[in-house]
């Protein structure tokens, strides 16, 4: 029999899967909600990130590493690059996951942002020194403020919708294991 800790870890791990899927089929649709020339959040980002940060058990490296190397290759983006740059970030955020339980959520967002410039940074560094076309900067950048517009939403639904919340510090879980 699975011990409650581990079922919970597998169930939100495939609930993951399943968003991320279901984020890239809606992605993929073609319809343009955004026809005004806005580009839309990068949810799966969102969705990454605010989940590396309250819960970095549910989402391992290789699940994270397996979702956007996917994602780069449905969007014909260079293949890695940004899967590498995503788990790079989010494993710099499971670091300092423990330091970050308490901070506020503007706190948060602010880390967050940061991390997503620098990504973006690193993302167009290496991308500009392989001398391969790139979108434009403005709209990477309008990309980056969506998404960051969407991360405070994406955060309020994993926690009302899949009960996704921060442990607290020195919590433990029902076997005596500490979160």
């Known amino acids: 029999m699975v011990d409650p800790l ?3 870890r597998i169930l939100h791990r495939a609930l ?9 089929f809606l992605r993929l649709l073609p319809v343009n909600p955004m026809a005004t020339g806005i580009p839309g959040p990068d949810l799966t980002l969102a969705l990454t990130l605010a989940w590396v940060l309250r819960r970095p058990d549910y989402v ?5 590493a397996g979702a956007f190397l996917l994602e780069d290759l ?27 339980r308490d901070l506020p959520f503007l706190l ?18 290496i991308l500009g020194l392989a001398m391969v076309d790139q ?11 969506m998404t960051l517009i969407a ?18 510090p020195g919590e433990i879980d029902p076997l005596g294991h500490r979160l």
């Not at 391992?60 to 994270?64: G, K, V």
């Not at 449905?74 to 970050?100: K, N, S």
């Not at 979108?135 to 403020?145: I, K």
């Open 60 to 64: 391992p490296a290789l699940l994270i």
């Open 151 to 168: 991360y405070p939403f994406v955060v309020a639904l994993s926690r009302l919708a899949f009960g996704l919340r921060r442990a607290a």
């Open 6 to 8: 581990t079922r919970r």
């Open 74 to 100: 449905m969007f014909w983006r260079p293949v890695g690059l940004w899967a590498l740059i995503v788990l790079v970030g989010t494993e710099f955020l499971r670091a300092r996951e423990g330091a970050t």
């Open 16 to 24: 993951y899967v399943g968003l991320v899927a279901a984020i890239l």
């Open 135 to 145: 979108p434009a900067l403005g709209l990477e950048l309008l990309r980056l403020v």
């Open 108 to 125: 948060e967002m602010a880390l967050v942002a940061g991390v997503m410039v620098a990504m973006l940074l690193l993302n167009r560094m």
